[in-house]
C-alpha cells in the first residue's frame, strides 16, 4: 500500500497534466457541440426543406460512422489531400469531438423541440409572434429544460470518448497513462487511477447538469 | 367587421366546414353552439388562420386573412385568441405572459407594458397574482391570465375557443363573468361554447352549426325559445 501512495504522489502531477488536456477538450467539445447541435436541430425541424434534408444528411452521416474514422479523416485523410488544413492534434481533436457531439445533440434538441405542446407555438402566433420569435421565446427555452437529462448523458459520453483522441498523438489522459506505463510498466497502478480521474470528471460533469436543471426548472 | 363567405376546410378527405358564411358587426357577441365535430372550433381557429381554409375568403376589418407570414402576423395583433387548454407559456410568470407580446411586437417600453399589464389583471381580478408562475394558479386563474394576455395586445376582436370545457364546474363562473365585462364594454366577440346560460345572456346572435353547416342562427330567444330546425331542437332537447 504504501508503495502504492508514493508511485501516486509521483505520477499524479503527470496524469493530472493529462486530465487537464482531456477537460479542454470536453469543455471545447461541450460548447461547441451545442452550439452546432442546437443549430442543427432547429435545421432539422425547419419548414425550409434544404435545411431540414441538410441537416438530416449530417446527422445520418455523423452518427453513422465511427468517432475513431471522424477524428482520422479530419487529421490525416484531409490534410493528405490539402496540406494547408494540416491542424496541430489539439484543434483536430476539439473539431472531431464537437462535430460529434453536435450530431447526437441535434436530435436531442429535435426531440426536446417536438415534445412541447403544440398549443405553445398556437398562443405565440396568436398573439402576433412570428414563428422565429415563437421559437426563440417561448418554445426553445421550454425545450432547454427537457434536453436537459439527455445533455448530461451526452457530455458525460463526450468526456469518456475523448480518449480517442490518444490515437493521434495528443497527450490526454489516457495517453499519459500509457506513456508512464511504457517506462514503469505498473499496468494496474496506472490505468487504476486514469480511471479514477475519469470517475471523478464525470461525477463532476453530472453534479454541474444537476444543478443547472434544479435552477432552469425552477417553474415546474 | 369579421365577413366569412363559404369557407369551406378538409381534413385527410374529411370535410369538416363545407361553405361558412357569417358576417359579424363591430361590437355584436356571437356565440356558436353545436355538437361535438360540428366544425365550430375549425371554423373560429380559421378565423386567425390557425387553420387555412381550403376556399372561401375571410375578411377581418376589410383584411384578407391569407396564410402569408408578414401580413399575418400584423392582422393577429388584432385578432386575441383564448384557448380551452389556456397555453399560457409555463416558464414566464403572469405577468411574464402578459408583457410578452406587447414588448416585442409594439413599441412600448417594459414599464409601459408591466403597466398597462396591472390594469388588465386587477380587471380580471388577479392582481395578487402578478409574479406567480402559471403553475400556481387554478385552472380559472389560468384563463382569467390568458384573457389578459390577449387583451395586452389590445385586440379589436376575441376569439374564444371553449374557454370553459377544461376547467371545474365551480371555476366556469369567474372566467364567465370577465367575458360578460368585455362584452358589456363593447368588444366583438366569437364564443365558442358548450355554456348555454351564457348563450343566453350575453350573445346577441346564436349560431348552431351541425356537420360542417351553419344549420340555424338567430337572436337567444328565437335559437332557445322556438328552434326552427329539428336538428337544433333534438341538440337543445339533449341538452335538458
Given at each position: 500500500m504504501n508503495d502504492f501512495l508514493s508511485f501516486a504522489l509521483t505520477y499524479l502531477p503527470y496524469l493530472l497534466q493529462g486530465a487537464l488536456v482531456t477537460v479542454e477538450i470536453a469543455v471545447i467539445g461541450v460548447i461547441f457541440g451545442s452550439i452546432l447541435g442546437l443549430l442543427v436541430g432547429l435545421g432539422r425541424v425547419s419548414k425550409n426543406p434544404l435545411l431540414s434534408q441538410l441537416s438530416r444528411f449530417f446527422i445520418w452521416v455523423i452518427r453513422g460512422t465511427p468517432l475513431l474514422l471522424q477524428l482520422f479523416i479530419i487529421h490525416f485523410a484531409i490534410p493528405s489531400v490539402f496540406s494547408a488544413l494540416t491542424m496541430p492534434p489539439f484543434v483536430s481533436a476539439c473539431i472531431a469531438l464537437s462535430i460529434n457531439a453536435a450530431a447526437y445533440i441535434a436530435e436531442i434538441a429535435r426531440g426536446a423541440i417536438q415534445s412541447i405542446d403544440k398549443g405553445q407555438m398556437e398562443a405565440a402566433r396568436s398573439l402576433g409572434l412570428s414563428s422565429s420569435q415563437s421559437m426563440r421565446r417561448v418554445i426553445v427555452p421550454q425545450a432547454f429544460r427537457r434536453m436537459l437529462p439527455p445533455l448530461g448523458n451526452e457530455f458525460i459520453a463526450l468526456i469518456k470518448e475523448?480518449?480517442?483522441?490518444?490515437?493521434?498523438a495528443l497527450y490526454d489522459l489516457l495517453r499519459t497513462g500509457q506513456q508512464i506505463i511504457s517506462s514503469t510498466y505498473r499496468y494496474m497502478e496506472v490505468f487504476f487511477l486514469v480511471g479514477l480521474i475519469y470517475l471523478l470528471l464525470t461525477t463532476v460533469m453530472s453534479f454541474i447538469i444537476g444543478k443547472i436543471e434544479k435552477k432552469v426548472g425552477a417553474y415546474e | 367587421m369579421i365577413s366569412c363567405n363559404n369557407v369551406v376546410k378538409t381534413f385527410n378527405k374529411l370535410e369538416v366546414l363545407k361553405g361558412i358564411d357569417l358576417d359579424v358587426a363591430p361590437g355584436e357577441v356571437v356565440v356558436i353552439i353545436g355538437p361535438s365535430g360540428s366544425g365550430k372550433s375549425t371554423f373560429l381557429r380559421c378565423m386567425n388562420c390557425l387553420e387555412v381554409a381550403d376556399s372561401g375568403t375571410i375578411t377581418i376589418n376589410g383584411k384578407i386573412v391569407e396564410s402569408k407570414e408578414s401580413s399575418l402576423n400584423k392582422l393577429r395583433q388584432d385578432i386575441g385568441m383564448v384557448f380551452q387548454q389556456f397555453n399560457?407559456?409555463?416558464?414566464?410568470t403572469v405577468i411574464g405572459n402578459i408583457m410578452e407580446a406587447p414588448v416585442l411586437l409594439k413599441k412600448v417600453t417594459k414599464d409601459q407594458a408591466k403597466k398597462k399589464g396591472m390594469e388588465l389583471l386587477k380587471k380580471v381580478g388577479l392582481?395578487?397574482?402578478?409574479?406567480?408562475?402559471?403553475?400556481?394558479?387554478s385552472g380559472g386563474q389560468k384563463q382569467r391570465v390568458a384573457i389578459a394576455r390577449a387583451l395586452a395586445m389590445e385586440p379589436k376582436i376575441m376569439l374564444f375557443d371553449?374557454?370553459?370545457?377544461?376547467?371545474?364546474p365551480e371555476l366556469v363562473g369567474e372566467v364567465l363573468a370577465v367575458m360578460k365585462q368585455l362584452a358589456k364594454e363593447g368588444m366583438t366577440m366569437v364564443v365558442v361554447t358548450h355554456e348555454m346560460g351564457f348563450a343566453k345572456e350575453v350573445a346577441d346572435r346564436v349560431i348552431f352549426m351541425d356537420g360542417g353547416y351553419i344549420v340555424e342562427q338567430g337572436s337567444p330567444e328565437e335559437i332557445f325559445?322556438?328552434?326552427?330546425h329539428e336538428r337544433t331542437k333534438e341538440f337543445l332537447g339533449h341538452l335538458k
Open positions: 475523448s480518449s480517442l483522441v490518444s490515437t493521434i | 399560457l407559456f409555463p416558464h414566464r392582481e395578487d397574482k402578478v409574479d406567480e408562475f402559471p403553475n400556481r394558479l371553449e374557454p370553459t370545457s377544461a376547467l371545474d325559445g322556438q328552434p326552427k
